[in-house]
């Protein structure tokens, strides 16, 4: 069954897109500080520095974002990295699996395999209750011919 090479491409054009997303939406945030001056947000200090982030807070300041600054989240993300090992090498799998013998010369030509499988079953079905001719014997009736054997495996016969 072949697959189209549009459904590979879209499948890994939304795997890589998927993981930008995560690369931008799972990093810490360092929001700016704002205070209100005449019913109106003003940015005060510089951006904060991750190195010192408890001490950036500023006394009187607001975040106008909603996100909570007094907790550090910021963490070796472990199962985003586990994500993206799961879903590239399932991707790796999925990108094999559309030519698991591979296109090399020396590879298997599976186009062979199955085009001489088929037409043997079709054969097959086509003759099916159909009389047999029986076939003469090659060897006329005689004993099949000895094979020989190496000194190693004459020893365990």
Known sequence: INIPLVYTQVVTLAVYTYF??????????????YKVVDNSY??????????????????????????????????????????????????KVAETLLNPFGEDDDDFDTYYLIDRNLQVSYIMSDEAGLPVEPENDPFGYSNAPELKHTTLSAKFM
Not at 20 to 33: E, I, K, N, S, Y
Not at 62 to 91: E, H
């Open 42 to 91: 003003v940015p005060v200090g510089d951006f904060p520095d991750i190195s010192r982030w408890t001490d950036t807070k500023i006394a009187g300041t607001t975040n106008i974002i909603g996100y909570d600054d007094k907790m550090a989240d910021f963490y070796v993300p472990v199962f985003t990295i586990l994500q993206y090992l799961f879903y590239m090498g399932w991707l």
């Open 20 to 33: 930008v997303a995560c690369l931008f939406g799972r990093q810490f945030l360092l929001p700016t500080q």
